[in-house]
């Protein structure tokens, strides 16, 4: 072999080679820029439900605080609700302690004092004592003693026992609310008994008593003025 043959033999295998790494280098160069597009995928793939799950978080906050904001309002609305209905009956609980006032008005002592008897025949019947301490205001003393006399005896009867004691005490309820003393205590009327020792304690004032019965009949009360709901 000459040498013109093994330049040419040399050439050959130089181009094959040549071509060899060109396919190569191709096959490298498609490979890489597909794995490229594969990972810039993931990645717009990654970022994109990042920003969906950082939307949904915000929307979810965004949700919650409207929520709260709601049942925040809803709640002062009932409180306002609420706090005006209770005005309402404290108003209409006041209008009443006013009225009783006027059951022991002077134009009404006839009817005052027969229910001064009933109030001491029920005390006296309630605390079932042979000696008792009443207590009244002092401006109704005199009516007291007109009516006193009877009530022991109607107690007497009906519990059929002896006629008890009862000593008027010199400590007097309060007088009824005046401009005068419009914050300080008060009564309207009626009396307080206990037994002698202090330990058992019947309370019949007109105030007690209208406690009692509003206390009793408020949820009649409510339902009256508030409907069902109430």
Known sequence: MNDADVSKQIQQMVRF???????????????????????????VEAEKKKIRQEYERKEKQVDVRKKIEYSMQLNASRIKVLQAQDDLVSSMKEAASKELLNVSHHHNHHIYKKLLQDL??????????????????????????????????????????????VIIDQIYLPPAPSHHNAHGPSCAGGVVLASRDGKIVCENTLDARLEVVFRKKLPEIRKCLFGQAA
């Not at 396919?23 to 498609?30: D, G, L, Q, W």
């Not at 029920?122 to 006399?149: A, G, H, I, Y």
């Open 17 to 43: 080679i040549r071509q060899e790494a060109e396919e190569k280098a191709n096959e490298i160069s498609v490979s890489a820029e597909e794995e490229f597009n594969i990972e810039k995928l993931q990645l």
């Open 120 to 165: 001491i025949v029920q005390s006296l019947l309630r605390l079932k004592e042979p000696s008792v301490l009443l207590r009244c205001r002092e401006n109704d003393v005199s009516l007291v003693e007109d009516v006193l006399d009877a009530a022991k005896e109607e107690y007497a009867e009906k519990a059929q026992v002896h006629t008890p004691e």
